[in-house]
């Protein structure tokens, strides 16, 4: 079964800058396109950034504008988001996800990540 434990999330100003982490464990990691969702208070859940077995990176572009950065360190099994020049409408909690099938496409589609993590709350004040 899969586990997935984010961590790095906090409360930071305007401006500032957070790096998630999230550490995989009881699959095989290296096989697997991971992402990035968040869901802000009333929203709906909305991807942010995945990056595929491959290494391939797909960004939502209308909401990340450049200043958000995903990594994978396959040796430690990991998926980062680097995200710099947050704004108050970051705020959410961003959830890590594998998707369901290996070495599958890259969706941006939270249906075909079958684990998640229990999400990790990102503030940002004005």
């Keep these: 079964q899969v586990q997935?434990?984010?961590?790095?999330?906090?409360?930071v100003q305007v401006g500032?800058?957070?790096r998630l982490s999230c550490k995989a464990s009881g699959h095989t990691f290296s096989s697997y396109t991971m992402g990035w969702f968040r869901q802000a208070p009333g929203k709906e859940r909305e991807f942010v950034a995945a990056i595929r077995w491959s290494g391939v990176i797909t960004y939502d572009v209308d909401s990340v504008k450049g200043r958000f950065t995903i990594s994978r360190d396959n040796a430690k099994n990991t998926v980062n988001l680097q995200m710099n020049s947050l704004e108050p409408e970051d705020t959410a909690v961003y959830y890590c996800a594998a998707e369901r099938v290996p070495y599958g496409l890259g969706s941006k589609m939270s249906a075909d990540f079958g684990s998640?993590?229990?999400?990790?709350?990102?503030?940002?004040?004005?």
């Design 16 to 18: 500032g800058s957070l």
């Design 4 to 11: 997935l434990v984010e961590s790095g999330g906090g409360k």
């Design 116 to 126: 998640w993590g229990q999400g990790t709350q990102v503030t940002v004040s004005a």
